[in-house]
Antibody, heavy 120, light 107 residues
Framework: EVQLVETGGGLIQPGGSLRLSCTAS????????MYWVRQAPGQGLDWVSV???????YYADSVKGRFTISRDNSKNTLYLQMNSLRPEDTAVYYC??????????????WGQGTLVTVSS | DIQMTQSPSTLSASVGDRVTITCRAS??????LAWYQQKPGKAPKVLIY???SLESGVPSRFSGSGSGTEFTLTISSLQPDDFATYYC?????????FGQGTKVEIK
């Protein structure tokens, strides 16, 4: 069974740093496209970052230069290093990936989310 | 970036009603579209993928249609458990984008 578990959220002051983790089971993180998606309180879903199976990384303009996505293959874990945090980064952060068990891949697996609150 | 425009933003309906939500892409995404249901405090749950394929375990009252730039999610007979927020998502580009969401409320 595929499972994604995010940890690392919390209350942080503006300008601070935080590292989120997403531990996967049931599949290999390094073989999949892995995503971070966030949802500000009462708002919709916003894509934050993706790391391809080949290692290429991409970021939303709103976080480029401040956030870094990475993975640890030995721990089967995805990370999001968040620096220079701003109040507008306050959100629930989800990791997500594709289900490729059928004839085509589609986004299907999501973690439960971890809340990041940026406030003084 | 591919923009996704979803309508309406809020929908008031009664149990048993037929409900339709529309999603428009700023450029063709073929059939690479998913629909999600989200309830407060929970992660999004996929209902439909590849525009019209029903996710395993999802009730058959949910259906999706469309291709290119115009897509529709239909709930044939709204049930009490269906009051939630619905999002469309394109995955034609690996840089995912989402619609703004449609909140389905009790009339």
């Amino acid at each position: 069974e595929v499972q994604l578990v995010e940890t690392g959220g919390g209350l942080i002051q503006p300008g601070g740093s935080l590292r989120l983790s997403c531990t996967a089971s049931g599949f290999t993180v390094s073989s999949n496209y892995m995503y971070w998606v966030r949802q500000a309180p009462g708002q919709g879903l916003d894509w934050v970052s993706v790391i391809y199976s080949g290692g290429n990384t991409y970021y939303a303009d709103s976080v480029k230069g401040r956030f870094t996505i990475s993975r640890d293959n030995s721990k089967n874990t995805l990370y999001l290093q968040m620096n220079s945090l701003r109040p507008e980064d306050t959100a629930v952060y989800y990791c997500a990936t594709y289900d490729c068990s059928g004839t085509s891949c589609y986004p299907s697996y999501w973690g439960q989310g971890t809340l990041v609150t940026v406030s003084s | 970036d591919i923009q996704m425009t979803q309508s309406p933003s809020t929908l008031s309906a009664s149990v048993g009603d037929r409900v339709t939500i529309t999603c428009r892409a700023s450029q063709s995404i073929s059939s690479w579209l998913a629909w999600y249901q989200q309830k407060p405090g929970k992660a999004p749950k996929v209902l439909i993928y590849r525009a019209s394929s029903l996710e395993s375990g999802v009730p058959s009252r949910f259906s999706g249609s469309g291709s290119g730039t115009e897509f529709t999610l239909t709930i044939s007979s709204l049930q009490p458990d269906d009051f939630a927020t619905y999002y469309c998502q394109q995955y034609n580009s690996y840089l995912w984008t989402f619609g703004q969401g449609t909140k389905v409320e009790i009339k």
